[in-house]
């Protein structure tokens, strides 16, 4: 199962590759990509928002005392409330987003995360505090889920992987965003110290309603409800700056169709489909493979429990580790820009395996810096560990955080792909709920040594992306539908597409051409 380098001779992909003209100086594309920043990059930001806001108010003295100094399994259900909500949701995803579209199911989850925003910041005791991140969590997924598949299918081919790698940088917006504000209002006397962060948190929702029906839906979502002639429209605005006789765009529309004719044709659309055959099988295990490495990788001890962390080597104060979060928030952004810009550059498993032994060899410093300084009280192994809370950053970033999305719009095909993105995102929430929950239990119980789990545990999840990832890089979306299937249907689908490429123009581009005119002319 260890991938192989790819070796591709799509037609797509090479005049991608070829195109000799940055996406910088294309104007349509160029107002999507920034359109594409308000409407669907910035999703991440509320998660990244919320672990912030859930770190920062637990070293807020209004916050301890208006939740009566929540400890344990309380303090650990006021903080996984949000991903419990989310493995509620999910299920329900594909309903909407292959039915509706990406932005109406954008549009869905963003007003519930409103909506539950609004009930957080105004909770009067901690089960109402509890509902509303239940109703955020419940959201999250659906404009999650919708966001990443709008990503890349829109996006141009050249630049779609870097645009789906910043999908995830943006986390760390959020919580900038929100441990700067955490640390500005600490100082308030009144439990509005906490409650204006709460309120906060739907700012990211509001600019996704404000503004994502500014933005074309899915052009292989239009192909797939037979709406042909408004996915050519969107295809040539954005991908061939209005020229309707593009050679590219004819042939993306032309493997599109043919691509997601032939998965419909095999796919009944229903939950069944994921593990209807052994290639889909594959697809699911990494799927959730990758949901629980992404939350129990010791991330969540960083974003979420950081303050207990830092007590374990003598910072107990309140000012300095606010400070420290906010700084590591700013590091982690620059991290995960840094890491998104190059992913282009290597390939998938040498991404994935570099940053994982990153993370391996990150955890086994930190925990022996730990364990020394509990053992000497050494400064020098406390300062240490500092550095290796920072050092796990850009570990983290380089595969978990820059490849996730990138990889998942890659290994499941279009017919399958939001059910796939949902099991992954059930998978990482159900992770991130057992992780808030166990975590602080875990550091209070057995300090140091629970960092010890986690080393034990990041070394199998090596072994396991060593075996079973796949080579996913240099290929065209519709080209990675057949990632694993077999090759003779692979063969028959590429001579299909090659040979309806090289005949004269298909009568069906005629008419999407003259539909494209008319619209223009009007």
């Not at 870097?162 to 441990?179: D, E, H, Q």
């Not at 948190?201 to 074309?216: C, D, H, K, R, Y």
Request: aromatic share 14%; with cysteine; hydrophobic share 45%.
């Amino acid at each position: 199962m260890v991938g192989a380098q790819p070796s591709s001779d799509n037609v797509i992909h090479r005049l991608a590759m070829s195109d000799p003209t940055p996406w910088w100086k294309k104007r349509n594309l160029r107002n999507l990509y920034l359109l594409l920043f308000p409407c669907v990059i910035g999703i991440e930001m509320t998660s990244g928002f919320d672990s912030q806001i859930i770190n920062a108010v637990q070293i807020v003295p209004a916050w301890k005392a208006y939740f009566g100094n929540p400890t344990g399994g309380y303090q650990g259900i006021l903080a996984s409330s949000l991903p419990l909500g989310s493995c509620i949701g999910l299920p329900f995803i594909p309903f909407i987003n292959d039915n509706y579209g990406r932005r109406w199911c954008i549009m869905f989850g963003s007003v519930l995360m409103i909506i539950g925003s609004l009930i957080q910041a105004f909770s009067i005791n901690g089960a109402m505090y509890i509902m509303s991140r239940i109703i955020i969590g419940f959201g999250l997924p659906y404009a999650i889920v919708a966001g990443s598949c709008l990503i890349g299918e829109l996006g141009y081919p050249k630049e779609r992987p870097i645009l789906t790698s910043l999908f995830n940088a943006c986390f760390f917006i959020g919580a900038i965003i929100a441990a700067g504000i955490t640390f500005g209002t600490q100082t308030i006397g009144s439990d509005w110290s906490w409650r204006i962060p709460s309120l906060l948190q739907m700012a990211p929702s509001v600019m996704q309603v404000t503004f994502v029906f500014f933005l074309p839906e899915s052009p292989r979502f239009l192909i797939s409800k037979d709406k042909h002639e408004e996915a050519y429209r969107v295809l040539v605005k954005y991908h061939a700056e209005g020229n309707p006789d593009s050679e590219f765009v004819q042939a993306e529309m032309l493997e599109i169709k043919e691509t997601i004719a032939l998965e419909l044709e095999h796919s009944k659309q229903s939950w069944f489909d994921m593990v209807r055959t052994a290639g889909m099988r594959r697809r699911v295990l990494i799927g959730s493979l990758l949901g629980l490495m992404t939350q129990l990788s010791g991330n969540v001890v960083i974003s979420y429990y950081l303050g207990d962390s830092l007590k374990l080597i003598g910072y107990t104060s309140s000012d300095f580790q606010a400070k420290y979060n906010l700084g590591n928030q700013c590091w982690s952004l620059v991290c995960g820009i840094s890491a998104a810009l190059v992913v282009m550059k290597f390939r998938r498993r040498t991404m994935y395996l570099a940053g994982i032994l990153s993370i391996l060899a990150v955890y086994l410093a930190w925990t022996i810096c730990t364990e020394r300084f509990v053992s000497t009280k050494s400064e020098v192994a406390a300062k240490m560990s500092l550095f290796w809370i920072y050092a796990y950053s850009p570990a983290y970033n380089l595969c978990f955080n820059a490849l996730t999305y990138t990889f998942l719009v890659e290994i499941f095909p279009y017919a399958q792909r939001a059910r796939g993105i949902a099991i992954f995102q059930f998978f990482g929430k159900a992770a991130q709920f057992f992780g808030t929950n166990v975590n602080p239990i875990g550091l209070g119980d057995i300090g140091w040594k629970y960092l010890l789990v986690y080393c034990c545990w990041i070394a199998v999840e090596t072994i396991i992306i060593y075996f079973l990832w796949p080579e996913t890089s240099g290929r065209s979306l519709e080209e990675l539908a057949f990632l694993f299937e077999e090759d003779e249907r692979v063969a028959v689908h590429s001579h299909t597409v090659e040979e309806k490429l090289h005949d004269v123009t298909p009568p069906y581009h005629e008419e999407e051409k003259a539909a494209v005119t008319t619209k223009e002319e009007v």
